[in-house]
């Protein structure tokens, strides 16, 4: 490829990035993205019941990789989102939506039938408090949410 086709490639990128809003630049930097199994410091576990986690609270580091392995142990279909609570009011949103359809698993969340085990690798961004959530209908509101508190150490 000659320099004036990449010049031209690597102009149209950055006008690309240029049009994506800046809150989701800085969101996505923010509470993090999905990780690499070869970076994974450590596994958590959790266990999806109907209409709550077996775990409410977790503690990360901020950089931290983290292999989450889901395991849905109720009667009904479950989601495992993590994100931000605007990330998580914008889901619910569009859940409400989508009521009775089946969602495709996503970057930062997995949707579990039940008896489904999956895993979700995700490598935390800044500190502050990040959510893992439901958002099956009627879920969220009852309930169905954890607080990931990421940190400089772990607790």
Known sequence: MNFD???????????????????????????????????????????????????IRLHVRAGETIRFIVTNKGQLTHEFIIGDAREQAEHEQEMQKKAGMDMPDEPNGITLK???????IWTFGLEG???????????YSAGMVGKIFVGANTK
């Open 5 to 55: 086709r990449k010049m031209k490639l690597a102009s149209m990128a950055l006008l690309f990035l240029l049009t994506l809003p800046v809150p989701a630049l800085v969101q996505a930097a923010t509470y993090g993205h999905t990780g690499k199994a070869s970076q994974v410091g450590r596994t958590i576990r959790i266990t999806a019941l109907d209409i709550r986690f077996d775990k």
């Open 129 to 139: 408090d990040v959510e893992f959530a439901c958002h099956v209908p009627g879920h």
């Open 114 to 120: 039940p008896g489904q085990t999956k895993t979700l």
